[in-house]
């Protein structure tokens, strides 16, 4: 299978491809190395994914990923330094290669930013997202895996999250976008029969995280002896997934998708084990053998208070698993953060 994915070379994406070509697929990598964090990381990411070690000269970043397309070519994989809002360009990818499925793991991420730059993540997003619908009509893809987020259910007051909760009151603009993706992914399903999943992640992490997310973050900061920013009592929760359940979550869709017609679902893939963020810091401290130092700071705007993932249709529909408790993931990250 020739499978297509946006934002290949990002945390998800990059695990996701290393998983499929260890499996014998094919892969069209399409990611525009966004700035939202250093675009060497990506690099490494990619490298790592597609098997190679980190043997590579930063100069700058247009020559960089240049080296790095060629670098990692091969029969089976492909890379291409592309914004999805740019639906000429795209229309040229789509038009090179014989695609089976699209998984669209690109977007602009991160809740608080969302509410600085609105604009920019409606653009991305959805326009983004719409574009390859689009091409998807075109040239006649009737398959495609979405990623969604935890972010749609906002301050659900109804524990654990259920995929019939009623998501209409998203509380950033970066949820909203999601939820906008979900109901239009509705439209092309139901318009041209795309058949389609829609994931709604919760809180992924584990090696190659981003550096921004709280795990990472937090992890660095002690290590450096640094301060870390503590928002609110401590009492906030998430439903933290390791990123190996959340590949084997994607891959199980995979397989859904390309076993049935006519679907249009959406899907929680979590771990249903929440962990407040005092417990989480607590973990790392005892991880580092360090203690935190903590900036005091108020809930920021959009952010949620918990999230707790009920998998009951992911377990039913696709056979999810969820294998990693909370200490054994923070463990492996670990390991990973220590000798990078």
Known sequence: MRY?????????GSHLIESLLKNGHSVINVDNFDNFYNYQIKIKNTLESVGKTLDFDFSDKENDIKNLIITTQSDNYTLYFQDIRHKNKLEEIFRNHEIDMVIHLAALAGVRPSIERPLEYEEVNVKGTMNLWELCNEFNIKKFICASSSSVYGNNTKIPFSETDNVDNPISPYAATKKCCEILGHV????????MIQLRFFTVYG??????????????????????????????A?????IDDIIDGIIKSIDYLEQNTKVYEIINLGESEVICLSDMLSAIEKALGKTASKKMLPMQPGDVIKTNADITKARTLIGYKPATDFQNGIKKFMEWFLRK
């Open 238 to 242: 998430r439903d933290y997934t390791y």
């Open 207 to 236: 090696p190659r995280q981003r550096p921004d997310l709280a795990i990472h973050k937090f992890t660095r900061l002690i290590s450096e002896n640094q301060e870390i920013p503590y928002y609110g009592d401590g009492n906030t």
């Open 4 to 12: 297509l994915i946006t934002g290949g070379s990002g945390f998800i």
């Open 188 to 195: 092309y399903h139901h318009l041209y029969d795309i058949n």
